[in-house]
């Protein structure tokens, strides 16, 4: 139990809690118009599914480079805010540059430069929510993640107009990507000033604990196929269901209500049940919903199902950062940036492997995936938190 925190303290924090999920909230919601926009970039420069999930690998590696740079050399040297402004600067006109590849090599060129700066966004945020937690004796982790929540469905809501009335998708990035630079001006002024932190320095490099990697393997199944609603689940729904273009954003739509509501109530629910329950088996009835609502190939039941997968899953990353971070022996924003390494490592594998499966099988088959994988990350959840706490007696 940390010591009583004075009232600057508390107002430091405070601001610091505010300036992060101001940053979340503005990755998401660029990157949930993006999303959107998959369809139609896609069709612009004439690119596979497979191709596509190249895209999300080049993605992938680049945003591992980004997550060590942050909690080995960066943000013990200028803490997470900085690091924080950094990749937001990084970030913000990517997607436009994205739109603007006039081929598949630029396509993949422009990848990179993104991925590496959610890299380096990621870890630094969620570090300094943990750190905040920590100090404060707050849940806030599921808030953050509410805040990553709410971003993409404002996107995706946001996209559902933009598609229909503005008719240029480079005014439209340059805008969003105007909004991450103001984003990035505002939380240089009012986050969390190095002094609140406590950096340690960065030990010589080792592998981290057993469950820290285990923890990690789970964030990266997660992420892994995490894709297939925010990547691929426009193009499922205009290919395969025949949905309107307007309404491809319907799934993350459905997702992100459900995420929402869990998150914001989280706080309470953990409070009240276990982390097992919330992260655990909520995950596994979820599962379940999932891959019953898609045997009906029933557009609205599908949307419907996909946002009580969304509450059900949407506490699953929180749970296992407050667990890993409950356990670790080492500095809070290297346990972080293992943790979001390993879960990025998804990215390497999981696009590639999703676009190959799409091509060759089905973008429905992915769907069915997506439920099996998180209700059996559900399964494995509750054998760890079960094996911590007999190790701990």
């Known amino acids: 139990m940390e010591k009583a925190i004075s009232t600057e303290e508390t107002k430091a924090y405070d601001r610091g809690v505010y300036a992060t999920l101001l940053g979340a909230f503005l990755v998401l919601f660029q990157i949930g118009i993006y999303f959107v926009y998959i369809p139609w970039n896609a069709e612009r420069l004439q690119i596979t599914e497979a191709e596509i999930g190249f895209g999300l690998l080049a993605f992938g590696l680049l945003n591992l480079v980004g997550n060590q740079t942050s909690g080995r050399i960066i943000v013990p040297k200028i803490g997470t805010k900085n690091s924080i402004v950094i990749g937001l600067l990084g970030i913000s006109y990517c997607p436009l540059l994205l739109i603007l590849s006039p081929n598949y090599f630029w396509f993949l060129v422009a990848s990179m430069p993104l ?21 404060t004796s707050r849940v806030l ?7 990553f929540s709410v971003g993409s469905l404002a996107g995706a809501f946001s996209a559902f107009f933009t ?55 789970l964030m990266m199944l997660n992420y892994a196929t995490m894709g297939i609603i925010l990547d691929w689940s426009a193009l499922w729904l205009t290919k395969d269901l025949l949905v309107p273009l307007y309404l491809g954003g319907a799934i993350i739509f459905a997702f992100n209500i459900g995420e929402i509501t869990a998150r914001l109530i989280a706080s309470k629910m953990l409070k009240k049940y276990s982390e097992k329950l919330i992260g655990g088996y909520f995950s596994i009835v979820s599962g379940f919903v999932l891959f019953a609502s898609l045997m009906t190939n029933n557009f609205p039941i599908i949307v419907a199902g996909m946002l009580l997968f969304g509450f059900g899953t949407a506490n699953f990353i929180a749970v296992i950062y407050r667990q890993a971070i409950r356990i670790t022996d080492e500095p809070i924003n290297l346990t972080v940036a293992n943790l979001v390494t390993l879960g990025f490592s998804g990215f390497i594998f999981g696009p590639a492997l999703v676009g190959y499966l799409a091509e060759y099988l089905s973008l429905t088959f992915n769907m069915y995936l997506l439920s099996v994988v998180w209700g059996l990350n559900g399964v494995v959840l509750i054998m760890m938190i079960n094996r911590i706490k007999s190790n701990a007696q």
Do not use: C, W
């Open 141 to 147: 982790t599921p808030l953050y993640h509410a805040a």
């Open 115 to 135: 991925g590496f700066f959610v890299g380096l966004f990621s870890p630094s945020s969620q570090s300094q929510i943990s750190m905040i937690e920590i100090k």
């Open 163 to 217: 598609i229909q009335y503005i008719d240029s998708p480079v005014l439209l990035f340059s805008i969003t990507g105007t909004a991450l630079l103001l984003g990035a001006i505002i939380i240089s002024r009012i986050g969390l000033n190095k002094s609140y932190e406590n950096l340690e320095k960065t030990p010589k490099f080792k592998l981290p604990k057993n469950s820290i990697l285990a923890f990690g393997i």
